[in-house]
Every structure is written in C-alpha cells, then in structure tokens.
C-alpha cells in the first residue's frame, strides 16, 4: 500500500467497497461533510501539482517557496492574456483554478463532491489497472469554501492589486486559524460541472505531519480516520465539534480485481466514462491522442452504435 500504510482500509469485495463509501456518507452524522479524491496507484500522494515540481514529496519545502513560484506562473500567465476577457481580468484564485484545470502546476488540489466520480479516476488509467488505486476520503467544513471569483473588502496593502486579494486573504487565515481552504469556482465549465469539481489547498504547513497527504494542515487525530469508519457499524463514532470539521482523511484501497469489476457498472449504471467526465473538446482531443477511443471505434466499424455512413460514390473511383 506505499504510502498509505496506516492511513487506510481495504474492502475485499465491492460490496465491502460500497459499505465504506455509504458508511462515511450517512453514518457520521449530517454535519460532517465529506469530499473524495481518486489516485490511480497506491503509490501516490495526495499533492498539488506544484508541490511536486518542487521536490515537496522529497524534501521540505516553505510557503515562501511555494509563493515565489506560484506568483512567477500566475505573473506569466497574465502576460499570455490568460484570464482576460472584455468583463476584465479574473482574480488570483480564479486563474489558479483555470490552469489546474488544464494541468499547470499550482498549489491547488482536485476534488468532488461525488464518490462514484473519485472512483472513477481511481480505476479508469488502463497504463495502471495492475496497480491498486486509491479511493480518498475527507472531511471539509462548509466553512472552508471560497468562491474563485470572490473580491474580499480591500485592504490598503491589496488596493493596488485587487486581484490578488483572495488569494492572499484566504492563505492569511489558513496561516492564523491552521484550516485549509476548500475552492469553489464560479462560474463553472462543464468538465466541472459533470465531475461536481472543486479545490483544496492549504498555507504550506510549517510543520508538516508525516502522511500520505502532504501539504494541507491536519491534526494527528486525522490518523484514527480508517479505524473510525471500519467501526463505525459498530457504534464508533467521529470526533465532533469543531475538531471533527478539521481535516481528517483515509484511502479506501482499490484492488486491480476490483478496478476490473467496477469499470463496467461505473460506465453503464452510473454514467462515469472519459466522455461524461470530459465533455469537452481538449477532453476529445485528448481522448484520441492517447487510444482512449478504440472500443468506440471498433463499434462504429461492426455497424454498433450509431454506424457509420455509407461512403460518398466518388471515394471508391
């Protein structure tokens, strides 16, 4: 299980899945809140995609740094023309949220809402169906939630770059209260809209907790989170209160036996499939370019589907 040793729970069979990911959904009570994260191969982390190009899954890394680098991406992207429009430009968070959401690094991480999307990412990489995934679970607070377009009442050190305000706004009371923020955008494209997509990030901790989830704050509590919901049948309950609404987390392992029989009942019953989950024209353009259209090809050309037309006379002359 890698990194994930202590931090997790494996079902044995989809249905033992099934108990887990309803266990957390309705048994912690309806206060507590939960988002999921899929990961591919139990050898992941979970880490922003700039946290990694930094070398933060090896070494210490500083919100120093991290700022450095993400002011250097979003400064570069603004002089692209990314985020600009006749409305104006879009804010700080908002441009973060852009470019994650087309594979640049920022310190941003993906999440939904919906565990049967997370499930989906977790089995969908065919270069990795040998490997267990990773089905992550964690609690939020609705206190956490930022909307990417949010402009805050300015202060006078922020009245010249307004844009920045929510940034920097949110990463000074990640820093003063040691809660992460959950981001929401607004509005939203219809990749984020299927998938029930938002963001979670942190001020990178000063002391960071040893765990397979590396740059967000958390308590050492968050380590009782796979012992809580495999007992929770049996009348164990969740921290409450406020601590219970800090992060707390646990991986749900998926076994390849599993990620074979889930993949057909995640596309036919419940609509989780590369053209559902990217209903886009790059999520197109990307599908073709890696092989992620064969089987659909392969229907067209045996008459399944909708078929192909006949070709045009002039073709075969």
Not at 3 to 25: D, K, M
Not at 80 to 109: F, K, N, Y
Request: proline share 7%.
């Amino acid at each position: 299980m890698g990194p994930w040793e202590g931090w997790s729970v494996t079902p044995s069979s989809v249905r033992e899945l099934w108990q887990y990911i309803g266990s957390a959904a309705f048994e912690f009570g309806s206060q507590t809140k939960f988002a999921w994260r899929g990961l591919a191969d139990s050898d992941f982390k979970v880490i922003s995609t700039l946290a990694r190009e930094l070398g933060g899954e090896s070494r210490p890394l500083t919100e120093a740094s991290v700022r450095q680098r993400e002011m250097e991406i979003l400064q570069v992207a603004r002089n692209w023309d990314i985020g600009l429009s006749e409305h104006g430009s879009v804010t700080d968070m908002h441009l973060l949220a852009m470019l994650q959401h087309h594979g640049a690094p920022t310190r941003l991480i993906d999440i939904t809402y919906n565990p049967l999307t997370a499930l989906w990412f977790a089995c969908s990489d065919h270069e990795r169906m040998h490997r267990p995934g990773v089905l992550v679970a964690m609690t939020i607070s609705d206190k956490d939630v930022k909307l990417s377009s949010e402009v805050p009442p300015l202060t006078y050190a922020l009245s010249d770059d307004p844009g920045s305000a929510g940034l920097v706004e949110a990463m000074t009371d990640s820093k003063r209260t040691g809660r992460n923020v959950v981001v929401e955008p607004r509005p939203k494209d219809p990749r984020m809209t299927v998938q029930e997509g938002a963001f979670i990030t942190s001020y990178w901790p000063d002391e960071q907790q040893v765990g397979p989830v590396v740059g967000l704050q958390y308590p050492y509590l968050a380590r009782m989170m796979p012992w809580v919901l495999s007992k929770v049948n049996n009348q164990i309950t969740s921290v409450e209160g406020d601590a219970g609404e800090l992060l707390s987390f646990t991986g749900i392992i998926i076994s390849p036996r599993l990620k074979r029989e889930l993949l057909p009942v995640l596309s036919r019953t419940f609509n989780r499939s590369h053209r559902t989950m990217y209903p886009d024209l790059p999520g197109f353009v990307d599908a073709v370019k890696n092989g992620r259209l064969v089987d659909e090809f392969a229907a067209l050309r045996d008459g399944a589907g909708v078929g192909l037309p006949d070709l045009p006379r002039y073709w075969e002359e």
